[in-house]
């Protein structure tokens, strides 16, 4: 009962959850509902490590799920955007014994479930923020297991490699414990902190940063339907809080409206903004921190060491511009291909170990003797560390495309246009973008005697894959270029298409 502590360890009469148009819920009622989650789970079947498919739109009941469903099972958040073939993609790989969506949803998600034969179970909202019931018919005899411990995996997620399918990575309790304490460590959360989320809950970033971190603190969290620059400023008019996280394209939209914001800005003073998940440019550092009047904290993270590996330090502790800070909790390191550590300024792969670190990937051994070499965890980023320790990202091993902190396999986008019956050969690689870093683009070679548009071909993607994954860029060409040993390359294509 691990995650469950955490709710028990509080005053029950603090606030935990808040919401626009719902009541407050407070840490007692929480521990409440996490029982109630726990029984209602157990009476359909499910048991401790059982993975529980949770597609739910952002806001307190997705942010309430994800608590008081690890309690007793593996939850397994989705992103709700998927289209329904993806849904049957993730929920088969990760052989999920029910999905939990809300009451009236109409989410391919349902389809995707009743085609796997897959239990489809319900959540109806309560009055208070995260507060809901669970309906739905059995997945198996009674479980009269007991409460997750330590060890058990408390949530999984897939994370996309370039070269084979997405690997799924367990958290266990004992990870997002960590990580969650690591945060809060970091950013001196405290229970008088509150936390305005705008990050998707699907993702490690806001399930871990915003959520799990400020609860270990005793905190509260307004959460939010999502992302929306139009809103976020009323949104903290009326939550009221001492600090947010976002990726940089979101400050970046914040930022465009802070000037005519002023006043709402000055009313209400945020002790830090955070920024994690992909590397924040120097200038909206700056126009962040004149902006809010407050410092921006900027950190490392990734999936498999449950969020944060590295970050900036509040005042009186160094903050650098351009760099991701220093190891905040586990081991960090920059190692030579032979696996030696390296000293200060000598670039190389960074790896970290420690007990945030997921204990391996989920039947994958290949993967998992690549990425834990040497004993530690290979994160596939290239980099260096300062004399102080602060480590500086100087690019990616890996080629996974970072679409302004969305993370998208190439080799997922090439296997959906290949299914087309004009295309021969495809090669999905990134282009830089002013705003989200890098965007997904497409070089496509065409089976002789075909013809079909770039637009065609977008529309043909759209219908398979979600829409930050689609290629905004589709070149179709008579040949793709290779490299010097005749492979096709991602690296570097770009430029030689004279896109970069």
């Known amino acids: 009962m691990i995650l469950k502590s955490l709710l028990d360890a509080r005053l029950p009469g603090d606030t935990a959850l808040l919401a626009s148009g719902r009541e407050p819920l407070s840490y007692g ?3 409440a509902l996490a029982e109630d989650v726990f029984a209602a789970l157990r009476r359909r079947g499910l048991s401790r490590n059982d993975k529980l498919a949770i597609v739910l ?9 994800f608590v008081a469903s690890a309690c007793a ?5 989705l992103n709700p955007a998927y289209r329904e073939d993806e849904f049957r993609f993730y929920m088969d790989d990760l052989k999920a014994k029910a999905l939990l969506v809300e009451e009236g949803s109409t989410s ?20 208070e923020a995260g507060a809901f019931n669970i309906s739905g018919d059995a997945v198996a005899p009674p479980s009269v297991q007991g409460y997750a411990e330590e060890g058990d995996i408390a949530l999984v997620l897939h994370t996309s490699g370039t070269t084979s399918r997405p690997k799924i990575v367990p958290l266990t309790h004992g990870n ?3 990580s969650a304490n690591n945060i809060r460590n970091t950013l001196q959360l405290t229970e008088k902190d509150r936390c305005l989320n705008i990050m998707p809950l699907f993702h490690i970033h806001g399930l871990m940063a915003a959520v799990l971190a400020t609860l270990t603190a005793g905190g509260s969290v307004f959460a939010t339907p999502g992302f929306n620059a139009l809103k976020f400023f009323a949104q903290v008019e009326e939550a009221r809080p001492t600090w947010y996280t976002a990726v940089p394209t979101m400050h970046q939209a914040i930022l465009s409206r802070a000037e005519r914001n002023g006043e709402i800005i000055r009313a209400n003073p945020l002790r ?7 590397s924040l440019p120097v200038p909206v550092f700056h126009a962040l921190e004149e902006a809010f009047g407050c410092p921006v904290i900027e950190a490392y993270a990734m999936t498999e060491n449950a969020h944060q590996m590295t970050s900036n330090q509040l005042p009186p502790g160094k903050r650098k511009p351009g760099f991701v800070g220093c190891a905040a909790g586990p081991m960090v390191a920059v190692m030579a291909p032979d696996g030696r550590i390296l ?3 000598e670039e190389g792969e960074v790896v970290t170990r420690g007990p945030n670190v997921t204990p391996g990937y989920e039947n994958n051994p290949k993967a998992n003797e690549a990425g834990f070499a040497f004993g530690w965890f290979h994160t596939g980023d290239q980099g260096f560390m300062d004399e102080d320790g602060y ?5 990616r091993l890996k080629e996974i495309i970072n679409r302004g902190g969305e993370k998208i396999a190439p080799m997922e986008v090439d296997e959906v246009l290949m299914e087309h019956e004009a295309v021969a050969q495809v090669v999905t690689f990134a282009m830089p973008h002013d705003k989200l870093g890098e965007e997904v683009a497409a070089a496509v070679v065409l089976r002789e005697g075909k013809t079909v548009t770039e637009r065609e071909l977008q529309d043909f993607a759209n219908g398979r894959l979600a829409a930050f994954k689609v290629p905004k860029k589709i070149m179709i060409l008579d040949e793709i270029p290779k490299g010097a040993t005749g492979k096709l390359q991602r690296i570097g294509l770009a430029q030689k298409l004279g896109l970069a």
Not at 57 to 65: I, L
Not at 272 to 278: E, K, P, V, Y
């Open 108 to 127: 391919p998600a349902i389809a995707a479930a009743q085609r796997l034969g897959i239990p489809v179970l319900t959540l109806t909202p309560g009055p």
């Open 343 to 345: 000293s200060a300024h």
């Open 73 to 77: 099972v593996t939850a397994a958040p």
């Open 272 to 278: 830090f903004i955070r920024s994690s998940s992909a």
């Open 176 to 178: 997002l414990l960590a």
């Open 391 to 395: 480590l500086k990202i100087t690019g």
């Open 29 to 31: 009622q929480f521990s």
């Open 57 to 65: 739109p952002n806001g307190p009941d997705m942010a309430a799920a």
